[in-house]
């Protein structure tokens, strides 16, 4: 980590962005704006690419002014060569995390890493250990789930933790979008296997899978079919649907597609003995538990408190309906940015770690192998390695 020497000043880290796509203008745009933050490298082979992300970042209207622009490399071996380098960003289709990230780690990088954290179970089974003995060397990785700093999921989360909703019962996950045949056309490695790992599940589903297993916990079985029905010439699933269940009791349903027209919503719904809460959007829908309730406990058949107390939660801002700023898919990654300093300053462990992001691709994994088996698969097996070698496109209906 760069530190300034005059005392009392912030320490500033320095951030490689590797790959100047749309996801890594994201990441730029976020961390130019974390105070202790600086993009010192952009990262790709295309060199038309980093020089217009490059030229952004110079124009940009707000950070330090005396802010040398950010270093420009082919590849991330020579930005590691170069030095500097504190924290890489890796924005990267999702079939490259892996080499990026082992680079990084390897030479003692802290590294946030863009969700899934790899298109391959066992890459990311790979990659998960490999963080975790960077973690006993004080190397921080992180994978992208910004969505877990969303103010609504966490006074959900802060509420699930404290027993306030009860023994946690069931749970609704619905990502209705849709994506156009020239979505996937837009780049070649859009709805492959190889490199997008899966289709509206993994790509689109893949932050609601995390919220489903950071608020319900470890998952042991799921039951999935799978379909492609609105596109072609994609090798993915376009259509998902799957029950889980989880180690507590809970069970779940999974639904993502992005054969959805002309785009709906995320919805999550999450259920206990004593309350109930909906994440829509990212902002809070419903909330309300039986001990924080104006009237009196529900009786046999409910519906007797029916209060919404989802503004006792979050601000105005953060209820559904609320106005979301046009920059709200930065302001959720620079929350996740905010969380990887600390972490990185005060030597705990991210908010997200390697380990989320292994379970979040197991679930996503056990869907695909479920469709293609027709069989309920054992997640603990599964992480194992038992179905490594199950060839998932076998599962998808047309």
């Known amino acids: 980590m760069t530190e300034n020497r005059e005392k009392g000043t912030a320490r500033t880290t320095s951030v490689a962005i590797v790959g100047a796509g749309t996801i890594g203008l994201i990441h730029a745009e976020a961390a130019r704006r974390h105070p202790r933050l600086r993009v010192a ?5 295309d060199a038309t690419a980093r020089r217009k992300l490059v030229e952004h970042i110079a124009n940009a209207a707000t950070g330090p002014a005396d802010s040398p622009a950010p270093a420009e490399f082919a590849s991330l071996a020579e930005a590691l060569a170069a030095g500097g380098v504190d924290l890489v960003a890796v924005c990267v289709p999702t079939g490259m995390h892996a080499a990026a990230v082992g680079a990084a780690l390897a030479a003692g990088v802290h590294v946030l890493v863009e969700k899934p954290i790899d298109v391959s179970l066992p890459e990311a089974r790979r990659m998960a250990a490999l963080a975790g003995e960077a973690a006993r060397r004080g190397v921080v990785c992180s994978v992208v789930s910004q969505h877990r700093f969303d103010p609504a999921a966490a006074a959900v989360a802060a509420a699930v933790a404290d027993g306030s909703m009860g023994r946690l019962t069931s749970a609704v996950a619905s990502v209705a979008w849709w994506r156009g045949q020239e979505y996937y056309d837009s780049a070649p490695w859009r709805g492959t296997w190889a490199l997008d790992g899966g289709g509206a599940l993994m790509n689109q589903g893949v932050h609601t899978v995390d919220l489903l297993a950071w608020l319900l916990g470890r998952p042991v079985e799921v039951c999935a079919h799978t379909a492609l029905l609105a596109h072609g010439a994609i090798e993915v699933e376009d259509v998902a649907t799957a029950t889980i269940r989880f180690a507590s009791g809970a069970l779940a349903v999974l639904h993502a597609t992005t054969a959805a027209y002309p785009g709906l919503s995320v919805r999550l719904q999450i259920h206990g003995s004593q309350g109930s809460a909906v994440l829509h959007d990212d902002q809070l829908e419903y ?44 302001v959720g990654h620079l929350r996740q940015y905010e969380d990887v300093v600390e972490a990185i300053e005060s030597g705990r462990a991210p908010g997200v770690t390697a380990q ?25 097996a599964l992480l194992n390695g038992d179905y490594d070698d199950v060839a998932v496109g076998s599962g998808l209906a047309h």
């Open 41 to 45: 490298a952009i990262v790709d082979p």
């Open 287 to 330: 909330f309300h538990v039986a001990r924080h309730g104006s009237g009196t406990t529900a009786g046999p058949y409910g519906g007797t408190e029916p209060d919404n107390q989802a503004a006792d939660l979050v601000p105005a801002s953060e209820l559904r309906g609320g106005p979301k700023a046009a920059d709200a898919m930065v």
């Open 356 to 380: 989320d992001g292994l379970m979040a691709v197991a679930i996503v994994r056990a869907v695909y192998v479920s469709a293609a088996l027709g069989q309920t698969i054992d997640t603990d």
